[in-house]
């Protein structure tokens, strides 16, 4: 409003002592200010107060003093005489006739027919009709207001314009608001006043003489102010109007500017009420707020206040007027000034040669930036790229030659320094248009060249890990790789805000990188001699070498140009600590994948190298000897866990890359069993349990490992055990805890052993106590309480001491069960093989689990120990199982290898219906056990009928001792599962019978029929359709054995008669089982002739069945 600024308006001074009522400041004012206040002072002055203190009293003396000497004190007077009730019912008709009318009519019941202009009749008006004058102008323009819907419109009128008569018009004006304010609100007033002209100034007085009212009318006029209020005369005018009131009362500035971002209303006015504020900042090395105030607009969360500001600057760039009258302008010129003002003031104008450089390196051409200025230049160029990337904004040549003079200064080697340098650069990368001539271009290059030599220097120097190198380093392989999107996400991160670049617009930079700065073998070499980052964890944001590595293993450049980088890997695996980095997991893998997969055909040996055996275990030290945590560890828990990690993952993918691998004709490195044997790992697991908050993904990651190649540590019985231990009776055991607990020693405990064929009493003590430890604190007590296990199975042991025995070694089982069953499985071997000195690996237990059933056979008459023996055997079935299946992928040519006795029957797990129950009572079935023990098993084990489908391929072993026990196996089958299907089987088994008769050699005969024979009893009571079978074949046999005694002086041929008597007429011979001379077997045995004996056995068994079926058994 160009029309104010010859008038004077209320001083800032002058309206905060009518805030405060302060009236010696108020007399301090000079004439012409305390005339603008006038109306105000006279209504305190002649008004009865509300206040009836003492201190009011002898302020409205001063006041009436004050007001005693000036004469326009005597119109206002006149104007509050009058009767303000008829007035207002007087307008109140006039509004209703405007609307009955239409808002153009020329009638009005305040003011008759005018016969001279409104500024004539105001001239010549008393005050009652001055009143009316102003009031109905006012109600006009306010009913019009309404009646626009918004559009702006510029009313003119000879009252608000003359300026003889501005002073009289402001006080009516701000009589009637203050005596009619349901008539008159002072929003719809102040309104109204932005239409007419002076209208700013108008409204300063208004508001000046109510105080109180300023945030009500600011808040209105933004309220209903435009969204973009420089497009529009209304919306300049609004500005310009509260851009005065906040001059007059300045500490409500800021507020203000709060209310217009947060209507999204009145963009200019923000900016505009920022300059005015930073103008009269006293700071000049700090970050204006200017720069603060529209950051925050562009880089806040609410999407809303950015759109609308960007919206705003980019229909100010459209705008063909760009003046110093614009907002945008003089916001441009502010930031350009800044700008400016924190340049390095001596900077050569010429390019300096790098060689120049080298030969004066004490003497820097380029000089840096101030160390008070680097925190403030970081602000305005983040604040730049969000005005170009998210508003749009286009620089000018002197803005851009001016944000490339900053962008390629030095800075101080300090934190902010490096932020400072990181932001320069991806400022490079995302707005490559600054760089425009070949002269700019080439003092980027040299820039990007000192940064490369500087980094080392930076990072010692500044402390912060995560420097600009590892970005440099990072963006020169993403270019090499033509990962341009990778290298947009990396620009907007680092600058913290998401800006739309073209790939396109990277093809320049790219070729400078590539090209000049960093080609291929340089970034390998480069990478390779970057330190690690010393205690690497989640904590270290940033890009650090790690993202730089990654990146290059997955596009295998270290195995292109030969170059090791087993060595910084394993450093960087040992230099770690929690919570847990990211990036680590995705690094072990495909560190992993460049190990095993060439990174061509052409160059099958183009791989790196795996970390070696002694690597791994200097991991461990600390955990491997006897697992005692209590020694002094050199790696953290993480380093432990990431290499455990590693292994099982490479071992993992060397099973899954076989086929690939062996067609390459390759075949990497495997880890031995024996590091396997050596690492901790159920300890390790326990460990990682308890840290899954901070270790991300890997223990998950460990546990699916685990479950695959390691089934027998992933036990749920162990499981449910650990929780119990970890619980609360983990606590109370604290706090029974005594320090004699503490006090027994392995020695001890071994000392107690020694003694218990005497004495009992100190081996139940030391026992009971350490059932008070955790389970890491029994470690050492492992090797003593495993090695005198053999001592508790002799007769006489207490029982409680059995039970302890057994709860600390469930206890220990929850850290160390490999090692544990090892010495288990050795300490309970006879005693035989404790003279022998047979010591059995974690490798033979695996390949033969039915070494742990080979124990001493007094351990099956001891509950407590058999239960410990049962769990090491479902440990050793589950590692077999996966051990053998790791060896047939290993081996095997084909998906399906072909099956042998024990091998195929581990392979039937592929069938969906056979449980893991079923397969461990298949394989020991397989292997055979005692006879003795066929009984119970058939009886108690549900599963057992599934060794039906492997019973005839158990016949057809060449071993004796297995056919033998596959038919006492399937007579006992037969009773239990009386099915077609075991029918089938037995007749299977008849017919074997029968065809081993005919080519066994007479020792093989008597040893295969003698203990078969009561089998075929079996058969018949479960089928009666085998009865003729079996006979038959019973008279075959006692017939083969007549022919190979013939020869001799013994009679056989009475017991052939009978046989063949006992056939024709069983009827006959069903009570001679009753007999006590065939029940004792008292007839003529005392040959011992094998076949003599065979035929009392052949006779007694048909005597059985007839009397069996006879009896209808």
């Not at 029309?3 to 001074?13: A, D, G, I, K, N």
Request: with cysteine; charged share 20%; glycine share 4%.
């Amino acid at each position: 409003m160009t029309e104010c600024t010859s008038l004077q308006f209320v001083s800032p001074f002058a309206f905060e002592a009518m805030q405060k009522v302060d009236v010696v400041r108020l007399a301090s004012l000079s004439d012409p200010e305390l005339r603008l206040l006038l109306p105000c002072l006279v209504r305190m002055a002649l008004c009865a107060p509300a206040d009836q203190s003492q201190s009011w009293a002898q302020d409205k003396k001063l006041i009436l003093r004050l007001l005693s000497g000036v004469e326009a004190v005597n119109s206002i007077v006149a104007l509050l005489s009058v009767d303000f009730h008829a007035l207002e019912q007087d307008a109140s008709k006039e509004q209703q006739l405007r609307h009955k009318l239409g808002g153009g009519s020329g009638e009005s019941i305040l003011v008759s027919q005018l016969q001279h202009g409104l500024t004539l009749e105001f001239e010549h008006s008393d005050s009652p009709r001055r009143l009316r004058l102003v009031l109905s102008e006012l109600l006009a323009i306010m009913n019009k207001v309404s009646e626009s819907n918004g559009e702006f419109f510029f009313k003119s009128s000879e009252l608000f314009e003359s300026p003889v008569y501005l002073e009289e018009a402001a006080d009516v004006l701000c009589i009637l608001q203050a005596e009619l304010p349901s008539l008159l609100p002072i929003v719809d007033v102040a309104e109204a006043l932005l239409h007419v002209r002076n209208g700013a100034w108008f409204l300063c007085l208004l508001v000046a003489n109510v105080p109180d009212s300023f945030n009500e009318v600011c808040r209105g006029l933004i309220k209903n102010g435009e969204r973009q209020d420089e497009e529009s005369l209304g919306g300049r005018r609004r500005t310009d109007a509260l851009r005065f009131l906040c001059k007059m009362n300045p500490s409500q500035a800021l507020k203000v500017r709060g209310m217009v971002v947060e209507e999204c209303h009145l963009p200019g006015l923000g900016v505009a009420l920022t300059l005015d504020h930073t103008k009269n900042e006293a700071s000049e090395d700090g970050v204006s707020d200017l720069v603060c105030f529209v950051s925050g607009l562009l880089l806040g969360t609410n999407a809303k206040v950015r759109t609308w500001f960007g919206t705003f600057i980019r229909n100010g760039q459209q705008r063909k007027r760009e003046t110093s009258s614009s907002v945008l302008w003089q916001m441009r010129r502010q930031l350009l000034l800044e700008l400016m003002g924190i340049l390095p003031t001596v900077r050569s104008t010429r390019i300096v040669e790098e060689a120049d450089v080298e030969l004066e390196p004490n003497v820097s051409v380029y000089s840096g930036l101030k160390e008070e200025h680097v925190v403030k230049a970081s602000a305005l160029l983040r604040l730049y790229c969000a005005l170009m990337g998210i508003a749009g904004l286009k620089p000018t040549e002197e803005e851009a030659e001016q944000l490339l003079q900053l962008m390629t200064s030095r800075p101080p080697a300090t934190p902010a320094g490096v932020r400072f340098v990181s932001l320069s650069f991806c400022m490079l990368l995302a707005f490559s248009t600054l760089v425009s001539t070949p002269e700019q271009e080439q003092l980027m290059v040299v820039w990007l060249s000192w940064m490369i030599k500087e980094e080392a220097y930076f990072e010692s120097t500044s402390g912060v890990s995560a420097s600009f190198g590892e970005m440099l380093l990072l963006v020169a392989m993403y270019f090499h790789s033509n990962q341009l999107s990778a290298i947009i996400d990396l620009v907007c991160s680092t600058l913290g805000m998401k800006i739309v670049i073209k790939p396109s617009s990277l093809s320049r930079m790219k070729t400078i990188f590539t090209q000049e700065i960093f080609t291929e073998q340089v970034v390998t070499a480069h990478a390779v001699r970057v330190p690690v980052t010393s205690n690497l964890s989640a904590n270290i944001t940033g890009f650090l070498p790690i993202h730089c590595i990654y990146q290059l293993l997955r596009s295998r450049s270290f195995t292109k140009h030969k170059v090791s980088i087993k060595d910084w890997i394993y450093r960087q695996l040992c230099e770690t600590s929690t919570p847990l980095h990211p990036q680590l997991l995705p690094l072990i893998d495909v560190y992993i994948n460049s190990i095993l997969t060439p990174a061509s055909k052409s160059n099958p040996e183009a791989t790196n190298q795996p970390v070696t055996e002694q690597e791994i275990l200097n991991v461990f030290q600390g955990v491997i000897g006897g697992d005692n945590i209590h020694l002094h560890q050199r790696f953290s828990i993480t380093a432990q866990l990431l290499v455990l990690y590693y292994v099982l993952s490479y071992e993992e993918a060397l099973l899954a890359n076989t086929k690939t691998l062996a067609a390459m004709q390759r075949k990497p490195k495997s880890y031995s069993s024996s590091l396997m044997d050596q690492i901790p790992i159920k300890f390790l697991i326990r460990q990682a349990q308890g840290l899954q908050q901070e270790l991300g993904g890997l223990h998950s990651a460990l546990l699916r490992l685990l479950a695959t190649n390691y089934p027998h540590l992933c036990i749920v019985d162990d499981w449910i055990c650990e929780e119990e231990i970890t619980g609360t009776d983990a606590l109370l055991r604290r706090m029974l805890l005594t320090n004699n607990a503490k006090n027994h020693s392995p020695k001890q405990l071994q000392e107690a052993f020694s003694a218990v064929p005497v004495s009992y009493t100190q081996v139940m003590q030391i026992l009971e106590h350490l059932t008070l430890l955790s389970a890491s604190e029994l470690i050492p007590y492992a090797e003593v309480l495993t090695s005198n296990m053999n001592q508790l199975l002799n007769s006489g042991v207490p029982r409680r001491i059995l039970q302890t025995v057994n709860k600390l070694w469930m206890v220990l089982n929850t850290v160390m069960p490999r090692r544990l069953w090892v010495m288990t499985v050795n300490a309970l071997q006879p005693s035989i093989k404790f003279v022998r000195q047979q010591k059995y690996t974690q490798n033979d237990l695996m390949i033969d689990p039915l070494i742990v059933l080979r124990c001493d056979q007094r351990v099956h008459r001891c509950p407590p120990l058999m239960d410990i023996t049962l769990h090491m055997l479902n440990g050793y079935l589950l590692a077999s199982k996966a051990y053998l299946n790791a060896h047939l992928k290993e081996t095997a040519e084909q998906d399906r290898p072909s099956q042998n006795n024990t091998i195929g029957l581990v392979g039937q797990t592929d069938a969906p219906e056979v449980t893991r129950e079923e397969l461990k009572n298949a394989l020991l079935a397989a292997q055979g056990y005692p006879c003795e023990l066929l009984p119970l098993t058939v009886a108690g084990i549900p599963s057992m009928h599934i060794c039906l489908d492997f019973i005839p391929e158990l016949i057809a072993q060449p071993e004796l001792e297995k056919q033998i026990f596959a038919i006492q196996l399937l007579s006992h089958l037969c009773i239990q599962y009386a099915l077609p299907k075991s029918l089938s089987v037995a007749r299977l088994a008849v017919n074997v019978m029968g065809t081993l008769l005919t080519v066994l050699t007479q020792a093989k005969r008597y040893a295969f029929f003698m203990p078969t024979l009561p089998s075929l009893i079996s058969f018949c009571r479960a089928f009666p359709p085998l009865y003729e079978d079996i006979m038959s074949l019973l008279i075959q046999i006692g017939q083969v054995c007549a022919s190979d005694v013939a020869t001799q002086t013994r009679d056989i041929d009475p017991i052939i008669t009978r046989l063949q008597q006992i056939k024709e007429k069983p009827s006959g011979w069903s009570g001679i089982c009753k007999d006590p001379y065939f029940k004792n077997g008292s007839r003529d045995t005392g040959s011992m002739d094998p076949d003599v004996q065979l035929c009392h056995c052949i006779e007694s068994t048909i005597i059985e069945i007839i009397n069996m079926s006879v009896g209808g058994i």
